[in-house]
Nanobody, 124 residues
Framework: QVQLVESGGGLVQAGGSLRLSCAAS????????MGWFRRAPGKEREFVAA????????NYADSVKGRFTISRDNAKNTVYLQMNSLKPEDTAVYHC?????????????????WGQGTQVTVSS
């Protein structure tokens, strides 16, 4: 059983930056593809970014491409999401998720383990 705990959310002005972290425990971190998802008020949870087990491959939603960067440190059992040039429409609860696979998955339902989420609010 994998436990995931996110941190780093907060309130930031449009154009600003935040770095989210997700610490994992309870499993062999390097065997899991990791993803970041978000849920905005009144909307369904959506894919943001994913990273392969080694960190060599990544995938991003079109809405964040060029602004967000996902990375991982397998020695620290942590995945990160660097968010730059933030926009008000990025406001959401951000969740990290894990799935035991070497595939780079973007579908919410394919992920097995989820963190509680961290709130990101971008003011205009």
């Amino acid at each position: 059983q994998v436990q995931l705990v996110e941190s780093g959310g907060g309130l930031v002005q449009a154009g600003g930056s935040l770095r989210l972290s997700c610490a994992a425990s309870g499993g062999t971190f390097g065997l899991y593809t990791m993803g970041w998802f978000r849920r905005a008020p009144g909307k369904e949870r959506e894919f943001v970014a994913a990273i392969s087990r080694s960190g060599g491959n990544t995938n991003y939603a079109d809405s964040v491409k060029g602004r967000f960067t996902i990375s991982r440190d397998n020695a620290k059992n942590t995945v990160y999401l660097q968010m730059n040039s933030l926009k008000p429409e990025d406001t959401a609860v951000y969740h990290c998720a894990a799935v035991y696979t070497k595939m780079l998955l973007t579908t919410t339902t394919r992920y097995d383990y989820w963190g509680q989420g961290t709130q990101v609010t971008v003011s205009s």
